[in-house]
């Protein structure tokens, strides 16, 4: 378990500075999710387990890290609402919708369109979002694939900002993440909101940081 430390002084994933060693973390990540490889990186509500969602065996990695069980499905990052487009039915108001919400802490549930071979998620939806973070950002554009957004930590213990709390979770396990990008303490926030819009009416099935705002 590699640890990989991406906090300079005064530098900031999320914000309009640029980290100076950026692009090579940048660089090592593409190299290691291309491998197949699992990796717990900072987001914009806690510390999360990304990999190529269209990777069956990083996913099962995946899967055994959390000690999670196979049919509880993942929620998906993607990089634009084109891409949430192929991978699920949208209608017109769903995606006014999703403008509004994206990028941002909001999940949404939709019925999934088959086609895209996706791991870890159900067969018949998709939980979904666009997370408001420039480095997750940067890395699914250059990347150009899903990748998993699920929280880092074991099944049954707290999702979390703190990178102590979040290293020993998985310290001890035989079945570790590869990498973990230790961007230190994140600022206190709760998983994203999860919402279900695959029926007639929407339903918070999760409330979390991400806050609905509807416009008249």
């Known amino acids: 378990m590699e640890i990989l430390k991406v906090n300079p002084i005064r530098e900031n994933f999320s914000n309009g500075a640029r980290p100076k060693n950026l692009d090579k973390i940048i660089k090592k990540v593409i190299k290691f999710i291309k491998q197949g490889k699992v990796i717990v990186s900072p987001t914009d509500t806690v510390y999360g387990l990304i990999c190529d969602a269209t990777n069956k065996k990083a996913v099962e990695k995946l899967f055994k890290i959390k000690k999670r069980k196979p049919r509880k499905p993942i929620p998906i990052f993607i ?7 192929r991978l699920a039915f949208i209608n017109k108001n769903q995606e006014n919708f999703l403008a509004k919400a994206w990028p941002g802490k909001i999940t949404v549930v939709l019925k999934r369109r088959k086609g895209k071979k996706l791991y870890g998620v159900d067969k018949k939806t998709i939980g979904l979002r666009i997370p ?3 480095f997750l950002n940067i890395l699914l554009k250059k990347l150009n694939r899903p990748l998993t957004g699920t929280s880092a930590n074991v099944s049954g ?33 709760k998983p ?24 008249k």
Do not use: C, H, W
Not at 169 to 184: A, T, V
């Open 79 to 85: 990089k634009d609402i084109k891409t949430a487009k």
């Open 132 to 134: 408001n973070y420039r």
């Open 157 to 189: 213990k707290s999702p979390s900002g703190k990178i102590k709390e979040v290293l020993k979770q998985f310290e001890n396990q035989k079945i570790k993440p590869d990498l973990i990008l230790d961007k230190g303490n994140l600022k206190p926030s």
């Open 192 to 215: 994203s909101t999860l919402i279900d819009l695959t029926g007639s009416k929407m339903k918070i099935l999760r409330k979390g940081s991400g806050k609905i705002i509807f416009k």
